[in-house]
């Protein structure tokens, strides 16, 4: 694991903070940034507790304008991959990795079409609140690519998801329980924000 504390982690939330949130959001895909402060943690526990960051090749599905992508990029990752099926999203996340002189591939696709092996994937996947279990979907990609994943639930989610993690033989923990603020986005929305209970469950594939 590494010994070296290359970047503060207020340093490294202050340059994520800093990363726009999607331009231009949609509903269907569920479109939350990860609030700067959460993401640093997950980097941090990833890099710092588990050793899964500095070194390692990093793949983060469904990356949005690339936080999490970049993040491990500043941690050290030997390489970063992100993931998107929204290209306006990735249009941003290029942008932002060209300004803050960060390398990371930006790859426009859907997930279930992806292919390799990578040390450590991360992800802020949906809900599957507007798609049903469409949280699996990314879980299941992830055990696709992966044997280390950080990936962010509902909290009143998590013990169906362990369950079916246990049955792919995959052992979930939870490393992180918090709330992360909704902001007025969609038209379905009836407050100006309000708080979502959240779990950071770290995922190690073991067969």
């Known amino acids: 694991m590494p010994t070296e504390i290359p970047v503060r982690k207020r340093d490294l939330e202050m340059t994520l903070q800093g990363i726009d949130p999607h331009p231009n959001p949609k509903a269907l895909l569920e479109q939350y940034t990860i ?3 959460l993401a640093a943690q997950i980097l941090f526990h990833a890099c710092y507790t588990y ?5 390692k090749s990093v793949i983060d599905l469904g990356t949005g304008t690339g936080r999490l992508a970049l993040g491990a990029v500043m941690l050290g990752a030997k390489s970063v991959v992100g993931v998107d099926i929204d290209l306006d999203s990735l249009q941003t996340a290029a942008e932002t990795s060209r300004r803050l002189n960060l390398e990371v ?44 994943i ?12 362990s369950r079916w993690l246990k049955e792919k033989k995959a052992e ?14 969609f038209t379905f929305h009836r407050r100006k924000r309000y708080f979502v209970e959240v779990e950071v469950i770290r995922i190690l594939r073991t067969a």
């Open 35 to 37: 609030p700067a402060k």
């Open 51 to 55: 050793g899964d960051i500095s070194g």
């Open 105 to 148: 591939s930006w790859v426009n696709s859907d997930i279930t079409s992806l292919q390799g092996k990578f040390d450590t994937v991360l992800m802020n996947p949906p809900f599957g609140t507007k798609i049903r279990h469409n949280d699996l979907k990314f879980l299941h990609a992830a055990l696709n690519l992966g044997r280390r």
């Open 150 to 161: 950080y990936s962010i639930h509902k909290s009143t989610t998590t013990p169906f998801i």
């Open 172 to 185: 979930p923990e939870s490393i992180i329980k918090t709330e992360i603020p909704i902001a007025h986005q």
